[in-house]
């Protein structure tokens, strides 16, 4: 039986992967922000026969405090990990700032990856074939890293952000190996392409109801991608990261992959103003 950790396990493709991992008999560890959300899972998982092999952690994932607990939380529960997969969102079209004083979309989509990837490596390295897959957007729409506005005090739109935690995570995954040398956790950047999930709830109503009706004509279902995610998770690619848009595997030599930037934005992580942040929780191997 494989152990998986899910953020963002309560809707979407998170959710998906998870109820598909648990109905072949896999262990599945969802980590989500809303109890009913948890709960509703639970009831999905009984109903498919699945309950004893479902769990829900409770953890908002845009704090650092949420954070912790999810580190904590998991390895109360598991002494290892087989995968770790990143599906945490939520689209925010106003700037919000969490209780440590960062722009929400960073701490949730970026941040809370890094935290919980670097942080979980040792439980992974104990996995058969361990995996990190952070479901992002590789090789999709541009945005740019705001380097000198992290936290995008200036011009704030939600999809600025958003493609600001595409960038950051495209980085995230390719400074990997240089952080855990020798590991056999296997980092894997997948855009998934228009999938029809909660993404578009927290619109505003206009933009909900056109994106709602572009979904049911253009999207792909969350199981139908979810069974893209399984594969990756069963069979990732040899080298230590990978990047793929849909079934189309990303060249990593480009500028959004640049091991110098990458390097930049863990040094810039490092720095950030968190009390017992990223660099403490680190278990290098
Ligand atoms: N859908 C697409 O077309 C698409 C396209 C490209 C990339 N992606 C990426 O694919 C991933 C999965 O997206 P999705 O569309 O499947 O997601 P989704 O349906 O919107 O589900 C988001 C999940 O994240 C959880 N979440 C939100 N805020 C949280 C917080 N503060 N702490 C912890 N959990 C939180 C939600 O539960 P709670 O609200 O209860 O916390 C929910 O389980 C995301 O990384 C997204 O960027 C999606």
Redesign the pocket.
């Known amino acids: 039986m494989r152990v998986y950790a899910i ?9 998906a992967l998870g109820l598909l991992l648990a109905r072949r008999g896999d262990r599945v560890l969802a ?4 109890e009913a ?1 948890g709960r509703a899972l639970l009831d999905r998982a009984r109903e498919a026969g699945a309950g004893d092999r479902v769990d829900f952690l409770r ?4 704090t650092v405090a ?1 954070m912790n607990a999810a580190l904590a939380g998991v390895r109360e529960r598991a002494d290892r990990l087989d995968g770790l997969v ?5 689209f925010r079209p106003v700037r919000e700032e969490t209780a440590d004083g960062l722009e929400a979309t960073f701490a ?2 970026y941040l ?1 990856r890094s935290v919980l990837g670097h942080g979980l490596v040792d439980l992974l390295e104990r996995g058969e074939a361990p995996v990190i897959l952070n ?3 590789p090789g ?1 729409l541009p945005g740019r890293v705001h380097w000198d506005d992290l936290q995008l005090t200036r011009g704030y739109t939600g999809m600025r952000a ?1 493609m600001q935690g595409s960038r950051c995570n495209d980085l995230l995954g390719a400074d990997f190996p240089a952080r855990h040398p020798g590991a056999r956790t296997r980092y894997v950047l997948y ?5 029809r ?3 578009a ?1 927290p619109l505003p109503a206009p933009q909900r109801l056109l994106t709602r009706v572009l979904a049911r004509v253009l ?1 792909r279902s ?1 199981e139908a991608a979810a069974a893209d995610l399984a594969r990756l998770l069963d069979a990732p690619p040899a080298e230590p990261v990978s990047a793929f848009r849909r079934n189309t595997r990303l060249d990593l030599s480009g500028p959004a992959f640049d091991p110098g930037a990458a390097a930049g934005l863990y040094a810039l992580t490092r720095a950030l103003p968190l009390d017992g942040g990223p660099p403490e929780r680190e278990r290098h191997v």
């Open positions: 953020t963002g396990g309560t809707n979407g493709m998170g959710r980590l989500a922000s809303g959300g953890a908002d994932l845009s949420g990143f599906g945490a969102q939520r949730l989509t809370s479901i992002a957007g999709g958003a855009n998934p392409g228009f999938v999930t909660g993404m709830d999207a969350p």
